[in-house]
């Protein structure tokens, strides 16, 4: 069974830092794209950045210059360094992957799925 766990949430101040961390574990034969979503109070859930398999990255607007993903492929561990955080980027942030999992017991490989972590709360606050 395939399972995103994300760590590293918490509370901090303005203009402070958070590192985000979100490792896939079980059966996994390769892991595409990552990324991370966030979901603030009453909005909907919002991409806010992303790295494929050779390291591309792409990033939302509202966090351009603040925040760094990277990720660690022999880990299978994806990574949000924040940086001088504001107030609005208080979310639940989750952690998302395409991978495609190992055989299963009769040998088979599934086709690649999209999966999600259980999310990690972040709030800014003074």
């Known amino acids: 069974q395939v399972q995103l766990v994300e760590s590293g949430g918490g509370l901090v101040q303005p203009g402070g830092s958070l590192t985000l961390s979100c490792a896939a574990s079980?059966?996994?034969?390769?892991?595409?794209?990552m990324g991370w979503y966030r979901q603030g109070p009453g909005k909907q859930r919002e991409l806010v950045a992303s790295?494929?398999?050779?390291?591309?990255?792409n990033y939302s607007d509202s966090v351009k210059g603040r925040f760094t993903i990277s990720r660690d492929n022999a880990q299978n561990t994806v990574y949000l360094q924040m940086n001088s955080l504001k107030p609005e980027d208080t979310a639940v942030y989750y952690c998302?992957?395409?991978?495609?999992?190992?055989?299963?017991?009769?040998?088979?490989?599934?086709?690649?799925?999209?999966?999600w972590g259980q999310g990690t709360q972040v709030t800014v606050s003074s």
């Open positions: 790295i494929t398999s050779n390291g591309n990255t």
């Open positions: 079980g059966s996994i034969f390769s892991i595409y794209a």
């Open positions: 998302n992957a395409d991978l495609q999992a190992g055989v299963d017991q009769y040998g088979l490989s599934p086709p690649p799925d999209n999966y």
